[in-house]
């Protein structure tokens, strides 16, 4: 069983940055992609990005391509989201997941284990 916990989230005001970082228990982890999604008031969880697990291929949503960064470190069991240019449709919690098998999917139910979440708010 992977637990993953997320950490990092915040207020900001919109134009700030954030980083949130996600450790994960298994030492196996390096094997796992590794995915954000984020869920905001009365929407459903959505796709923000993932890494594979060689960290060598990387996958975003069009909503925030070239202003968020995914990396991960194996040595640390730990995936990073470096945030930019945040919006205030940007807020949201944020989770990260991890899928054992298989390829890099935005399908929220292709990954078979969560973080508690993160809250991001970003201000006006």
């Known amino acids: 069983q992977v637990q993953l916990v997320e950490s990092g989230g915040g207020l900001v005001q919109a134009g700030g940055s954030l980083r949130l970082s996600c450790a994960a228990s298994?030492?196996?982890?390096?094997?796992?992609?590794m995915a954000w999604f984020r869920q905001a008031p009365g929407k459903e969880r959505e796709f923000v990005t993932a890494?594979?697990?060689?960290?060598?291929?990387?996958y975003y949503a069009e909503s925030v391509k070239g202003r968020f960064t995914i990396s991960r470190d194996n040595a640390k069991n730990t995936v990073y989201l470096e945030m930019n240019s945040l919006k205030p449709e940007d807020t949201a919690v944020y989770y990260c997941?991890?899928?054992?098998?298989?390829?890099?999917?935005?399908?929220?139910?292709?990954?078979?284990?969560w973080g508690q979440g993160t809250q991001v708010t970003v201000s006006s």
């Open positions: 997941a991890a899928r054992a098998i298989g390829t890099v999917s935005t399908d929220r139910g292709a990954y078979n284990y």
């Open positions: 298994e030492r196996t982890f390096r094997n796992y992609i």
């Open positions: 890494v594979r697990w060689s960290g060598g291929g990387t």
